[in-house]
């Protein structure tokens, strides 16, 4: 009989303990194991060499990090059932499962109406019948249909596990310290007022360097100009595939032709099945294959990600003129000998935002000794409500070097 008690070591975290038997047996599921083959930041490693780590690896941390804060909460005289615990554990050890190849680059290729987020709650559907039932609560936290909405805050919210890893992860493996939270100290100081997740008020500097640590992670890494303009070429060379694909064969294995036929719009157990049977390794033998393709597009763009000469990318505060582009445009017309529809997959103009603190989203409330909360945009003396929620936007325009 398996040994169940596992103990693993995280070069973040130490040493990670599955929380029970059950846990042990969702890690070893084909469908949790297969996003130790999808990377968890994309291409990013072209910025940042050292980020090579798994969609797996952060989703031990995630579930190491909720085994902690449940322990908080509980030690706090916070009623959470072990029924209750190891369907939190399991919601956020499977919150990942819907990413495909490239995580969060491809997200909108393989399925055109449906987020990460819906694919994983379709193959958590799936274990649960797998499992006999043992996920249904899990599936209520995820949905926030549980009558304790506090435990969907700890899976999805403004403080959530997830968060609070991926920070600590991709800075760790990035090298950028900027995004070295507390997240320890935050998870101390967490309890539960009204059936929501609150920070106890000695713990609001923690969450200060958090929203700001957050917002530097996304401008220097997860939305780094060259890492940004790296995904935007991956993106071009699939739909150049695709395009490709209508007129005669393309290499790729079976579960990625059948998405390179046709994207699809329903999670039918089809599409599901081809889909899970997919990870960054399709991706990258495909491309390989596609660089000595007769097709000159799909040649140069494939040629670009396995040799890392991707896309010039220019970014301005202000939207790029339709002059300016339309010259760019012209002047790789005429030095590739490509027409105008040829040549739309080899320029991007986008607007990108980000902000530090949505209005919208679940307030992060702080919890003073007299047992009265107040918004963090309130409580703390550092940051302005209207600053922190303002929409800050770049433009970016990627287009393949002419100068080569």
Known sequence: ?????????????????????????????????????IKQLGLTSYVYPGTQHTRFQHSLGALHLMTEAIKTLQNKGNNISEDEANAVYAAILLHDLGHGPFSHTLED???TQHSHEDVGIALIEQLNQEFDGKLTITLQIIRNTYPKRFLHELVSGQLDMDRLDYLRRDSFFSGVTEGNIGSARIIKMLNIKDDKLVVEAKGIYSIENFLMSRRLMYWQVYLHK?????EIMLHKTLQRARFVRQKQPLFASESLDYFLKQSSDVLSKESLDHFIALDDSDIWVALKAWCKHPDKVLSLLSNGIVNRQIFKVEVSHTPFS??????????????????????????????????????????????????TTQSISKASDMFNIDVLSKQIYKYY???YRIDR
């Open 397 to 399: 325009y990627c287009h």
């Open 322 to 371: 339709e002059e300016y582009t339309q010259r760019v445009q012209s002047q790789l017309q005429t030095s590739l000998q490509l027409n105008e529809e040829d040549t739309q997959f080899l320029v991007s103009c986008k607007r990108v935002t980000n902000n530090l603190y949505k209005k919208d989203d679940t307030d992060i409330d702080i919890l003073f000794s007299d047992g």
């Open 109 to 111: 290729f393989f399925f």
């Open 226 to 230: 060259t890492a940004y303009a790296a």
């Open 1 to 37: 009989m398996a040994n169940k008690k596992k103990i693993i070591n995280d070069p973040v975290f130490g040493f990670i303990t599955l929380p029970s038997e059950f846990l042990y047996d969702l890690l070893q599921h084909p469908l949790v194991h297969r996003l130790t083959r």
